[in-house]
T-cell receptor
Framework: KAGVTQTPRYLIKTRGQQVTLSCSPISGHRSVSWYQQTPGQGLQFLFEYFSETQRNKGNFPGRFSGRQFSNSRSEMNVSTLELGDSALYLC????????????FGSGTRLTVV | TQLLEQSPQFLSIQEGENLTVYCNSSSVFSSLQWYRQEPGEGPVLLVTVVTGGEVKKLKRLTFQFGDARKDSSLHITAAQPGDTGLYLCAGDDTNAGKSTFGDGTTLTVKP
């Protein structure tokens, strides 16, 4: 079966702009989580969506938001980009929750200049 | 907040050597996962351990979950260059609905 698909793979944006990242989970998986990975902070949890509802949220500012559609595909949006938002953004798909681990996508590498 | 500490942070060894990576916490986890990540890619799930004291083997990799479900170890026998990568442990934080990740161990296996 197809894996987790994230688009785009690479993105360069200017400070102050906004960006939307997309994730298509494994077919049948209803939970989609988003993580930010940076060299200094490791993997930090952004939020989790389940059946189109945000079920859990990490400690990120309101500039970071997301949504999930009825087909389980998810998007995350970052508004008013800052240099510190440069990171690898990872989408993680699971059947119900994180208890048995995730299947990750290849990530979107966002560079803010 | 649940934290996971991994050690060592970096490990460079010769092909054929054995190694052990540790993942420790003061918190109890309902399950713990190990992932391997290669540059430019997302982490790939290697194993999930659920029961305290559980040992799982995956070819040359042996994973152990501590009796109290607070720590875990990954042992690689006869390491190969293909084992090179970032090894991450992650504890399931059921109350928060997420996994808490350690900072990872960067392993380099030289031919």
């Amino acid at each position: 079966k197809a894996g987790v698909t994230q688009t785009p793979r690479y993105l360069i944006k200017t400070r102050g702009q906004q960006v939307t990242l997309s994730c298509s989970p494994i077919s049948g998986h209803r939970s989609v989580s988003w993580y930010q990975q940076t060299p200094g902070q490791g993997l930090q949890f952004l939020f989790e969506y389940f059946s189109e509802t945000q079920r859990n949220k990490g400690n990120f500012p309101g500039r970071f938001s997301g949504r999930q559609f009825s087909n389980s595909r998810s998007e995350m949006n970052v508004s008013t980009l800052e240099l510190g938002d440069s990171a690898l953004y990872l989408c993680a798909s699971s059947l119900m929750d994180s208890n048995y681990g995730y299947t990750f996508g290849s990530g979107t590498r966002l560079t803010v200049v | 907040t649940q934290l996971l500490e991994q050690s060592p942070q970096f490990l460079s060894i010769q092909e054929g050597e054995n190694l052990t990576v540790y993942c420790n916490s003061s918190s109890v986890f309902s399950s713990l996962q190990w992932y391997r990540q290669e540059p430019g890619e997302g982490p790939v799930l290697l194993v999930t351990v659920v029961t305290g004291g559980e040992v799982k083997k995956l070819k040359r990799l042996t994973f152990q979950f501590g009796d109290a479900r607070k720590d875990s170890s990954l042992h690689i026998t006869a390491a190969q260059p293909g084992d090179t990568g970032l090894y991450l442990c992650a504890g399931d934080d059921t109350n928060a609905g997420k996994s808490t990740f350690g900072d990872g161990t960067t392993l380099t296996v030289k031919p």
